[in-house]
């Protein structure tokens, strides 16, 4: 079935970078774009950009530019989610979202922790 | 900065009617802004309700409905249940090919 699957939790440090994987199935995946949306604990939901999964073209949310970087491994079918300089305040859930143009399918999310 | 408004809080009674809305500080809203809605219970992912304006994702009951009321769009519960307790959100495409997710609406049925 139409699926997103995401890495597990992780727990960093500050100033510490993450990479969070995304790997979709039962659908095509060039056809499509992959945002990444993510959620503070007891907060809304905030997008942070959005990559091509056909071509690698990528949209960031300006907050997060010079921060993020989102990549594609077509032959796996995975979207990559990298946040560097880690704070306190990126501990969050964060989600991976088919996007064409809404967020139709999601992935289960997973938690980052940034503590010293 | 552009803000997408939303209720912070609605309550309905059970069986009853309710309308979210999702504003833009600085436009009224239509179909170019691609309004979708999400539902969230607390620790689950957000469950799509409504995309494309208004195409309804697979499984979403019928007494869910959306619409545009004013220079707004509209996330409309007629018949209220209980199960429909949780957080709503809406997002909006804007201009330069981002997204901009409303802040929530918290729903109680009581």
């Known amino acids: 079935q139409v699926q997103l699957v995401q890495s597990g939790d992780e727990v960093k440090k500050p100033g510490a970078s993450v990479k969070v994987a995304c790997k979709a199935s039962g659908y095509s995946f060039t056809s499509y774009a992959t945002s990444w949306v993510r959620q503070a604990p007891g907060h809304g939901l905030e997008w942070m950009g959005w990559i091509n999964n056909n071509n690698g073209d990528t949209s960031y949310a300006q907050r997060f530019q010079g921060r993020v970087t989102m990549t594609t491994d077509t032959p796996t079918r995975t979207v990559f989610l990298e946040l560097r300089s880690l704070r306190s305040d990126d501990t969050a859930v964060y989600y991976c979202?088919?996007?064409?143009?809404?967020?139709?399918?999601w992935g289960q999310g997973t938690m980052v922790t940034v503590s010293p | 900065q552009t803000v997408v408004t939303q209720e912070p809080s609605l309550s309905v009674s059970p069986g009853g009617t309710v309308t979210l809305t999702c504003g833009l500080t600085s436009a009224s809203i239509s179909t170019s802004y691609h309004p979708s809605w999400y539902q969230q219970t607390p620790g689950q992912a957000p469950r799509t309700l409504f995309y494309?304006?208004?195409i309804r994702s697979s499984g979403v009951p019928d007494r869910f409905s959306v619409s545009f009321l004013g220079n707004k769009a509209a996330l409309t519960i007629t018949g209220a249940q209980a199960e429909d307790e949780s957080d709503y959100f809406c997002v909006l495409f804007l201009d330069g090919g981002t997204w901009v997710f409303g802040g929530g609406t918290k729903l109680t049925v009581l």
């Open positions: 494309s304006t208004n």
């Open positions: 979202a088919r996007t064409l143009d809404a967020f139709d399918i």
